[in-house]
DNA sequence: CATAAGTAGCTTAGCGGTAAGCTATTTATC
DNA sequence: GATAAATAGCTTACCGCTAAGCTACTTATG
């Protein structure tokens, strides 16, 4: 029934030896979350190399995948997406045109805009990447029954919503 | 009873519309923990500033005050502790120093190491961030019943054991 | 005891991000 | 229609991190 202590207990134990009176149900949830994020970020990235991209380009194709034929938007679209600097946008466009996996193309009514496309080549690679990382993060669930994961995601869902 | 949806919502919608036949579910949790860790994560740093320190400043002396007295730990062990390169704790213990809040003593006993103490001003300043940053992540919390926090800090135990 | 291997902490180069500022272009206002 | 304000994307300076390499010191091995 009872769970193992894992480094999250031990830290809020140790806190509750030196600060008894302070109540340290929340940093249980947000510190897992964080250890959380961090693990399944790295290995994602780690998952993602092997198609020669890095977790930050794969989320700009993956925008562009999930948002439907022409699988088309502005830099601007993409780094409000994605909660980016039109700075840092810059950067992951580079990397990715200079990779062939997209394409920036002057946008036909607004000229200071541009549209940037998916490239057949970034398609399949996309298709193929989006694949692996469900792959990993599912595995990761393997220990939660289905019940158990539609109620985390319940959860959170609450969680992120009063943030 | 059925929640609000929300953009995690959108963004497996989306993706249904395009690739039908992905399980989406894995990124129905890993998305909002993604989105949980950066809001949360932003809010903390905000709120640490107020007390002249990054979030990465406050986990060192946060790190040494949890440690008990005396309230010392060598560079390896708050980099292991940490997750941090050497490199890394290098920078953050040089602006720690820098602001009088922990000092750096060669350890008598390896004249490789060091011994990293709180400062009487470090240890007061940790001490009201601590409180500072729970409150936070406690008004973050106020959406789930008390009941709920301890189902979803149940289920995170679960899934951080299995990673 | 000599020496090889391991360890502690620091430095440097590089990476990916932000913030701020730039030019070109569009939109709103008179 | 002139002009002020807003917007798109890029550039630059900086920041914090990692990876790799360094020196100083300690531990293990013959």
Same mark, same amino acid.
């Given at each position: ?28 949830? +947000? ?19 092997? +198609? ?112």
């Amino acid at each position: 029934m009872s769970e193992e202590k894992d480094a999250v207990d031990a830290i809020t134990a140790q806190w509750f030896a030196v600060r008894p009176e302070l109540d340290t149900a929340p940093m249980a949830v +947000f510190g897992r979350i964080y250890r959380i994020a961090k693990a399944m970020g790295d290995a994602m990235e780690e998952r993602y190399q092997r +198609f020669g991209i890095s977790r930050g380009e794969f989320d700009v194709v993956a925008t562009l995948r999930r948002s439907g034929a022409p699988y088309t938007l502005s830099p601007r679209q993409l780094s409000a997406t994605l909660m980016l600097t039109t700075g840092g946008m810059t950067g992951r466009l580079d990397k990715l045109e200079k990779a062939g996996l997209l394409c920036r193309k002057p946008d036909p009514h607004d000229r200071r805009g541009l549209q940037v496309t998916i490239t057949d080549r970034g398609l399949e690679l996309v298709d193929e990447a989006v694949t692996a990382g469900l792959e990993v993060q599912r595995a990761a669930l393997t220990g939660l029954s289905d019940e158990e994961v539609a109620q985390l995601t319940g959860l959170l869902r609450k969680l992120l919503a009063g943030i």
